[in-house]
T-cell receptor, first 116, second 110 residues
Framework: NAGVTQTPKFRVLKTGQSMTLLCAQDMNHEYMYWYRQDPGMGLRLIHY???????AKGEVPDGYNVSRLKKQNFLLGLESAAPSQTSVYFC???????????????FGPGTRLLVL | GQQLNQSPQSMFIQEGEDVSMNCTSSSIFNTWLWYKQDPGEGPVLLIALYKAGELTSNGRLTAQFGITRKDSFLNISASIPSDVGIYFC??????????FGKGTSLLVTP
C-alpha cells in the first residue's frame, strides 16, 4: 500500500499560470481533503469530498477548484495562480464510515508550490 | 473555521525531559486529535479523543480531552531525539472538517 500520494512534489509557477495537483489513495477511502499549510499556521481546509462525484467548500476555497471523478483520485486546480497561493498543499483521506473512522485522516507528503 | 490556540509555540528541551502542551478553543468539540508532523512530511495521527475527561495513551504519549470540551492536553514522557517535530491539535464536530491549531515546534537535544 502506498497510502496517499501527491503529484508533483514541488512546482514553481508564474502569476496567472494554471496547474492541477493530483492526489491518489489506494485505501478505498470515501472521504478526501485538500489543505494548505502556511508558515507558522496550522492546516486550513480548502475543499473536501465525501464520495465520488461530490465536492464541498472548506474554510479557504477561493481561487481553487476540485474534482473527484474517481474514488481514488482528488484533483486540486488553480486556474490563475497568485503569489498568495504560495504554500504547501496536503491531501488527506479517511474511511468516512462512522466514528472513529471519519476522523482518522491519512495525509500525503505534500506539494510545495511557489508562485512568482 | 474555529480558532484553536495552541501553546507553547515552541519548546527546546533536553533528552529525557517530559513535555506538556495544550490546546484551547472558544467553541466546544466532540472530538480532539493530536498529530505530529516531521520535517518535509504530512501530519500523522498520534491520538484521538472522543469523550470529555478521556485520558488516552500511545506509548510515551498521553492526551486528555478537557472536561469543558474546549481544551485538550498532550504530554510526552522521557523525550528522545526522534520526538522532534511539530505537534498539532485539531478539533472537530463534523467528523471530517478538522480545525487545526498552529502547532508546537519541539526540539530535543541529546
Amino acid at each position: 500500500n502506498a497510502g496517499v500520494t501527491q503529484t508533483p512534489k514541488f512546482r514553481v509557477l508564474k502569476t496567472g499560470q494554471s496547474m492541477t495537483l493530483l492526489c491518489a489513495q489506494d485505501m478505498n477511502h470515501e472521504y478526501m481533503y485538500w489543505y494548505r499549510q502556511d508558515p507558522g499556521m496550522g492546516l486550513r481546509l480548502i475543499h473536501y469530498s465525501v464520495g465520488e462525484g461530490t465536492t464541498a467548500k472548506g474554510e479557504v476555497p477561493d481561487g481553487y477548484n476540485v474534482s473527484r471523478l474517481k474514488k481514488q483520485n482528488f484533483l486540486l486546480g488553480l486556474e490563475s495562480a497568485a503569489p498568495s497561493q504560495t504554500s504547501v498543499y496536503f491531501c488527506a483521506s479517511s474511511p468516512g464510515q462512522g466514528r472513529p473512522l471519519t476522523e482518522t485522516q491519512y495525509f500525503g507528503p505534500g506539494t510545495r508550490l511557489l508562485v512568482l | 473555521g474555529q480558532q484553536l490556540n495552541q501553546s507553547p509555540q515552541s519548546m527546546f528541551i533536553q533528552e529525557g525531559e517530559d513535555v506538556s502542551m495544550n490546546c484551547t478553543s472558544s467553541s466546544i468539540f466532540n472530538t480532539w486529535l493530536w498529530y505530529k508532523q516531521d520535517p518535509g512530511e504530512g501530519p500523522v495521527l498520534l491520538i484521538a479523543l472522543y469523550k470529555a475527561g478521556e485520558l488516552t495513551s500511545n506509548g510515551r504519549l498521553t492526551a486528555q480531552f478537557g472536561i469543558t470540551r474546549k481544551d485538550s492536553f498532550l504530554n510526552i514522557s522521557a523525550s528522545i531525539p526522534s520526538d522532534v517535530g511539530i505537534y498539532f491539535c485539531a478539533g472537530t464536530n463534523s467528523g471530517y472538517a478538522l480545525n487545526f491549531g498552529k502547532g508546537t515546534s519541539l526540539l530535543v537535544t541529546p
